[in-house]
């Protein structure tokens, strides 16, 4: 996780940002929450190195529970996310500090909190970092389906060892998981019949695109929009 495109654009993070609510414990982990608690549905949204308060992804969690999913989006990151100077002086720490298999041990408490309160299929959608985490658990059956958008270093091996249907979204123009390690992911895949996947590259679009937009650029946007109607599609279609 060495480039730059990790670190670039970083958001304007708000707390108290989205129709939802923060959970101060929630499986161990402060939280934001959205959607109806009657839902026994639910995603996680494993953030990127920008942490739960993005509001780009509050939005996507949002637009999530509006299709009837209760979502959470834990802070993986205990409120330390990464800043332009930590980026620029020590992210070589940061990353020590913030590793994505100490995420995934803290995941599954979520899980397990999830199915106390009713909760009966569980998705979850990784970004970047984040997508790490997810891949950890869908090489499990914690989860019944998974999502990864440009993710950062998720392994050959660890796609090979993936055991719930998978969508892989991947831009054009990526440093960390160039097109062609996508395209790798997806042979490896297609060797797994048993595996239902997706595997898409969005062209035009740089690492990061489906969260670190402008949301006044309308192409931008209307890409990560774009992204976000995949991943959703894919919940709606495996996740009931």
């Known amino acids: 996780m060495a480039s730059s495109q990790c670190c670039a654009n970083p958001p304007s993070l708000n707390p108290v940002y989205g129709k939802g609510h923060v959970a ?21 949204l494993a953030s990127d190195v920008f942490g739960f308060e993005a509001p780009n992804l509050r939005y996507l969690a949002d637009k999530v529970s509006a299709s009837g999913f209760y979502v959470v989006v834990p802070d993986f990151l205990h409120g330390d996310p990464i800043t332009p100077e930590i980026a620029k ?22 899980i397990e909190a999830l199915k106390n ?54 831009a054009e123009t990526d440093h960390i998981t160039p097109p062609e390690m996508i395209k ?43 992204a976000h109607k995949d991943m959703l599609n894919w919940f709606v279609k495996y996740i009931k």
Do not use: M
Request: charged residues 25%; negative net charge.
């Open 117 to 170: 309160i009713g909760i009966s299929a569980i998705g979850a959608a990784g970004f970047c970092w984040g997508a790490k985490v997810v891949v950890e658990l869908a090489k499990y059956d914690y989860i019944t389906a998974a999502v990864l958008l440009h993710p950062s270093r998720v392994t050959h091996d660890d796609i090979g060892d993936v055991k719930c249907p998978i969508s892989i979204l991947g």
């Open 184 to 226: 790798q992911f997806g042979e490896i895949l297609s060797s797994k019949p048993e595996v239902d996947n997706h595997v898409k590259i969005f062209p035009g679009v740089v690492h990061g695109w489906s969260l670190r937009y402008d949301v006044k650029d309308k192409t931008a946007a209307e890409k990560a929009e774009e």
């Open 89 to 110: 002086n020590s992210r070589d720490e940061w990353l020590k500090k913030h590793g994505t298999d100490k995420a995934f041990e803290e995941a599954k408490p979520i």
């Open 24 to 44: 101060e414990d929630f499986g161990g982990l402060k939280a934001y929450i959205t959607g109806s608690p009657e839902s026994k549905l639910a995603i996680i």
